[in-house]
């Protein structure tokens, strides 16, 4: 029977181009999607694109003098460059300015009407036109939104469509407690049980000063913002596996965004009559050297200069490995460079290109060239650390192989060695990479490749470098 697997990633809101922050998890998420593909009874579909309506897009688009739609056709471009440029390998980049996406969001809407959980009301409360929400004074820091200490927080009254998000909160608690692989990781989890536990509100789902949206039907004075239009792209990127009981739905996010998709987001598709998603992975943050990465800060660095001065694998390697899978890092170019050189030049990239030079000028060609990820030997282990979403601990799993042949090599002398005993050191060393190709190649898919190209054809034939030392 196939399984039908959806990953997302967020989508990134377009008022800057994304930068290597957002990056991390468009690689992560991708790792996910690539890694279930190696089986060929998954149906595996991968979401991701930009959000772009709201006032945000409204006001750069302004101080262009551009039409809204100009500016976010640029920046979704850009970002979707990006994107490109780390390999990430998605089945749809959704925008939300697309026209199936409005026609999914209006349907959503009237669902959750039909159901009596929208109605209309007036909100006064503090907002941040940074986070294009309101605040509760308890969220403030130092009387500042903490995610923009920069921005002013304003005080606005408006006429809003409310969502009734308030009458699922017992639903949630019980979803959340009943469903140990619905939020992850356990920090996350904890974190939303005392969101609920502080008290759910309604909230504010259209606005009327805002023009750049999806009309709110029958009142298009209103615009859906935010959340309501945001969230849905989901749907209407893959909705028939929203229409899958069956089917396996994994939404990875940065940790700000875990109470919109472990909290929001079921309660809009309960009110609609949606499934639930199967798991919402919140990963934590990193800084670059100590620092948050912000365009004001003047430390952002797009993926794309990363990947032209190191390649794409070696950054999906740095992030995958040393990654704020569970805990907020601190990552550094210095770093970048030592784990490139040691793991990377010094360490794989190395180790394929003894190999294959010897096995090269054997003349040789291995004796097993196709292997499949299910029937290697140590696979299921494996496979637990993806149940486990510890693709951190994958890829070391992977780099411990890497340092078994390393000690094979020079523990065997196989320089040294000379004929048969050659050859069967060869073969074993040629079928310990090409192993170490397939668990890899959903993570640095570009180097899998490149092995597997050295050793499947004819005979060996020794390639390029992998990794040039810097
Ligand atoms: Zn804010």
């Known amino acids: 029977m196939s399984q039908k697997i959806l990953i997302t990633t967020a989508i990134d809101y377009v008022n800057d181009v994304i930068h290597i922050g957002h990056a991390y998890q468009k690689i992560v998420a991708d790792s996910f999607a690539r890694y279930y593909r190696l089986f060929p009874e998954n149906e595996v579909f991968f979401l991701t694109g930009t959000d772009e309506h709201g006032s945000k897009s409204e006001e750069a688009a302004a101080k262009l003098g551009v039409e809204p739609k100009a500016f976010v056709d640029e920046v979704s471009a850009k970002d979707r460059a990006q994107l490109d440029a780390l390999n990430i390998s998605y089945d749809r980049f959704i925008r939300t300015t697309d026209a199936d996406h409005r026609e999914v969001v209006i349907d959503f809407y009237k669902r959750s009407l039909a159901n009596e959980d929208i109605y209309k009301g007036s909100y006064t409360g503090l907002y941040c036109v940074g986070c294009e929400e309101f605040l509760k004074e308890k969220d403030l820091v130092n009387g500042k939104c903490p995610n923009h200490p920069t921005k002013e927080i304003s005080t606005l009254t408006e006429e809003n469509y409310f969502f009734k998000w308030s009458a699922f909160s017992g639903f949630l608690k019980e979803y959340i407690e009943s469903h140990p692989d619905f939020v992850k990781h356990e920090a996350r989890k904890n974190e939303m049980l005392s969101f609920i536990e502080q008290g759910i509100e309604d909230i504010p789902i259209s606005r009327t000063t805002v023009h750049f949206g999806i009309p709110v039907p029958n009142d298009p004075d209103h615009v859906l913002y935010v959340w309501f239009d945001a969230l849905i792209n989901y749907i209407t990127g893959a909705p028939e596996y929203f229409a899958d009981d069956n089917a396996t739905i994994i939404h990875f996010l940065g940790k700000d965004n875990v109470r919109w998709h472990a909290l929001l987001w079921p309660a809009m598709l309960r009110s609609a009559g949606f499934r639930m998603p199967t798991t919402v992975y919140g990963h934590d943050f990193f800084t670059l050297n100590g620092q948050k990465i912000s365009k004001s800060l003047g430390n952002v660095i797009l993926p794309t200069e990363l990947v032209e001065k190191y390649g794409v694998d070696a950054v999906r390697y740095y992030f995958l490995r040393y990654g704020p899978l569970r805990n907020d890092v601190d990552v550094t170019i210095e770093e970048l460079e030592r784990v490139y ?103 640095l898919p570009d180097t899998a490749q490149k092995i597997t190209d050295q050793f499947t054809g004819d005979t060996v034939v020794s390639g390029n470098s992998l990794f040039p030392r810097l």
């Open 341 to 443: 050189n040691s793991d990377l030049a010094n360490g794989l990239g190395n180790l394929v290109s003894r190999v294959a030079k010897m096995a090269e000028k054997e003349g040789m060609s291995v004796n097993h060239k196709t292997l499949v990820i299910s029937e290697l030997e140590d696979f299921k282990i494996f496979d637990q650390y993806f149940s486990d979403f510890r693709i951190d601990l994958a890829i070391e799993f992977i780099w411990n192989k890497v340092h078994e042949l390393d000690r094979y090599v020079d523990h065997h002398k196989v320089w040294e060695q000379k004929g048969e005993e050659k050859e069967k050191s060869l073969q074993f060393l040629s079928r310990g990479l090409l192993e170490i190709a397939v668990y890899v190649s959903p993570l």
